[in-house]
């Protein structure tokens, strides 16, 4: 079945960048997302890329898919304290009642 | 702006109970999920509805039972609960859209089965 892994855990200092790698197996996948967890509450979408685009930017975020090896990164730049969250990697095909897929998700810390 | 609200957000069973947790969205969103959260384990999908009167099964669906009757609400039912279903529950819904394919998340309900 499809599969989607990313590390579970990133540290960064306050002012750096922040790049987290997810990759998945679903060569049919449509969609990919990066959906933010905060402490006691639910995710919420951050941000989405279609298969046939490479990259995509809204401010501070950058997604880079690179389709023929499955991997999908964020990078978060000049990270704040603020950004301290989990971020779950998604992905969804056209089929089969249009289900998500989740990845483990990442714990990004960030020190100030 | 409600969104998607469940019901309880925290509740403690023992062995053998039964319960029902309940998700409404007041977005007329087609699809409807339940997910469940287990550390290091991410967002695995139990069931789906993809309408009114319909149910799916996802990934880990034994021992969980749904119905969809009105399109704005999901329960999620536990015949004999569990300590392997210690857990956060996520409901979520989305358009039947093809477009974004964004899912709204509620706050999540934590259940603890002794």
New interface residues.
Partial sequence: ?ED?EQS?FLSVREGDSSVINCTYTDSSST?L?W?KQEP??????LT?IFSNMDMKQDQRLTVLLNKKDKHLSLRIADTQTGDSAIY?CAE?G?TG?????????TRLFVKA | NAG?TQTPKFRVLKTGQSMTLLCAQDMNHE?M?W?RQDP??????IH?S?GEGTT?K??VPDGYNVSRLKKQNFLLGLESAAPSQTSVY?C?S?Y?D?Y????F????SRLTVL
């Fill in positions: 079945g989607v579970l969609y997302y959906y006691g509450a639910g995710l919420q979408l989405y779950f969804r056209d009642g249009f289900k998500t897929i989740f990845g483990a998700g | 998607v699809y999920y997910y290091g384990m991410g967002l695995r999908l789906y993809v799916a996802g990934e996520f979520a989305s039947m093809r974004t394919g964004e899912l998340f509620g706050e999540g």
